[in-house]
């Protein structure tokens, strides 16, 4: 059984920044990635951004590329979402999650339907 637990939401204003972060136990270091949804309600969940554990490489939501960045602390089992220049739209709650199975670098990694382990969620809500 794997536990992800996100913190670090909170509101803020337009244009303001919040740092994420999802803290991973059980046997998680046996995913190859993980990666970060936001989800309204009423809409599927939109993947933001994954990082493969080993490399470290990264891929990005085209709306939230440059301003989102995702990173990763393996010693910690911890990946974080940095969020920068936020906006209403991105008002949502955020989950981390990691797969089932081991991602190919450049699938489908915002399909949530990959992923078999998620977090409680954190909100973040930006004001305008």
């Known amino acids: 059984v794997r536990r992800l637990v996100e913190s670090g939401g909170g509101s803020v204003q337009t244009g303001g920044s919040l740092r994420l972060s999802c803290v991973a136990s059980g046997y998680t270091r046996s995913s190859n990635s993980m990666a970060w949804f936001r989800h309204i309600p009423g809409k599927a969940r939109e993947g933001l951004a994954i990082?493969?554990?080993?490399?470290?490489?990264?891929l990005y939501r085209d709306s939230v590329k440059g301003r989102f960045t995702i990173s990763q602390d393996n010693s910690k089992n911890t990946v974080y979402l940095q969020m920068n220049d936020l906006k209403p739209e991105d008002t949502a709650m955020y989950y981390c999650?990691?797969?089932?199975?081991?991602?190919?670098?450049?699938?489908?990694?915002?399909?949530?339907?990959?992923?078999?382990?998620w977090g409680r969620g954190t909100q973040v809500t930006v004001s305008s």
């Open positions: 999650a990691a797969p089932g199975f081991n991602l190919a670098y450049g699938g489908s990694w915002y399909d949530s339907q990959k992923y078999s382990y």
């Open positions: 990082i493969y554990t080993g490399d470290s490489r990264t």
